[in-house]
């Protein structure tokens, strides 16, 4: 049974940081890409940032490049969003995902979704 777990969200102010983890369990990790999508209320759900297997390359919305770093640890099979100079319209909850074989950056090519992990940022 394939669970992805995400951690590290809450409140924080503008400029401030908070750092996501996602923990894997039930699948091979490093046979998946694997991505961070996120949804505020009332709105659809985006693509943040996605990984490769091996960390080497990363996909960056526009809304967060710069300032949102993405990494993995395949030997502890967690993905980690780096989150710095936090904004008020990042609050939203936060969702990992693991993508096999299908490109990163399509929300509909996903195989397995965690819960989510909530995002609030206050100015």
């Known amino acids: 049974q394939v669970q992805l777990v995400e951690s590290g969200g809450g409140s924080v102010q503008a400029g401030g940081s908070l750092r996501l983890s996602c923990a894997a369990s039930g699948l091979t990790f490093d046979d998946y890409a694997m991505g961070w999508f996120r949804q505020a209320p009332g709105k659809e759900r985006d693509f943040v940032s996605c990984?490769?297997?091996?960390?080497?390359?990363?996909y960056y919305a526009e809304a967060v490049k710069g300032r949102f770093t993405a990494s993995r640890d395949n030997a502890k099979n967690t993905l980690y969003l780096q989150m710095n100079s936090l904004k008020p319209e990042d609050t939203a909850m936060y969702y990992c995902a693991a993508v096999y074989g299908g490109s990163c950056l399509l929300e509909t090519t996903y195989n397995y979704w965690g819960q989510g992990t909530q995002v609030t940022v206050s100015s």
């Open positions: 990984i490769n297997w091996n960390g080497e390359a990363t």
